[in-house]
T-cell receptor
Framework: GNSVTQMEGPVTLSEEAFLTINCTYT??????LFWYVQYPGEGLQLLLK?????DKGSNKGFEATYRKETTSFHLEKGSVQVSDSAVYFC??????????????FGKGTKLTVNP | EAGVTQSPTHLIKTRGQQATLRCSPI?????VYWYQQALGLGLQFLLW???????NRGNFPPRFSGRQFPNYSSELNVNALELEDSALYLC?????????FGPGTRLTVL
């Protein structure tokens, strides 16, 4: 079945540091890939997405590129802020061809950014 | 546009009782998903409803059940509560492949 392996945390960085959170996946076909963020005490918010190979998703300074050859979707940000402190989840959906599919999540990576 | 809403925000029950959680999807969305986020277990898929029908369920016992109403809102019912059912229950809605999440219901079983 489909699965997502995500870099274990926690990750602690200083403000303005570079962030990478690794994510690799196993899936049949052509999944859609997502990064979700969960701030303390809240639900999940979609951060960015990519639906086909070589697509780059970006939002709020975060980026991730869908790499089919390495089955990866690593999250990066050039300069993190204290407000980026949250838990980040990599996820995949089994189909990008319309038609809803359940999301399969990685275990989450807790990021703490210190001033 | 209103997002996905869930009620109640918090729910405290004792072992053996039943819990009912509710979800209202974004207007126009026909699919509703339920996920459990238990401490140490990550996010696990529970149920998927679309157009009033159960389309898929995760690896959970039958005491987890639900339904979707004609207005696409949904209920999740958990019978015979056990301590390990304590978790944040998240509802999501979608019209296609992108899912939008509600704030969750925190269920505590004592």
């Amino acid at each position: 079945g489909n699965s997502v392996t995500q870099m274990e945390g926690p990750v602690t960085l200083s403000e303005e540091a570079f962030l990478t959170i690794n994510c690799t996946y196993t899936a049949t076909g052509y999944p859609s890939l997502f990064w979700y963020v969960q701030y303390p005490g809240e639900g999940l918010q979609l951060l960015l997405k990519a639906t086909k190979a070589d697509d780059k998703g970006s939002n709020k300074g975060f980026e991730a590129t869908y790499r089919k050859e390495t089955t990866s979707f690593h999250l990066e940000k050039g300069s993190v802020q204290v407000s980026d402190s949250a838990v980040y989840f990599c996820a995949l959906s089994g189909s990008s061809q319309g038609g809803s599919e359940k999301l399969v999540f990685g275990k989450g990576t807790k990021l703490t950014v210190n001033p | 546009e209103a997002g996905v809403t869930q009620s109640p925000t918090h729910l405290i029950k004792t072992r053996g009782q039943q819990a009912t959680l509710r979800c209202s999807p974004i207007s126009g969305h026909t699919s509703v998903y339920w996920y459990q986020q238990a401490l140490g277990l990550g996010l696990q898929f529970l149920l998927w409803y679309d157009e009033g029908e159960e389309r898929n369920r995760g690896n959970f016992p039958p005491r987890f059940s639900g339904r979707q109403f004609p207005n696409y809102s949904s209920e999740l019912n958990v019978n015979a509560l056990e301590l390990e059912d304590s978790a944040l229950y998240l509802c999501a809605s979608s019209l296609g492949y992108e899912q939008f999440f509600g704030p969750g219901t925190r269920l505590t079983v004592l």
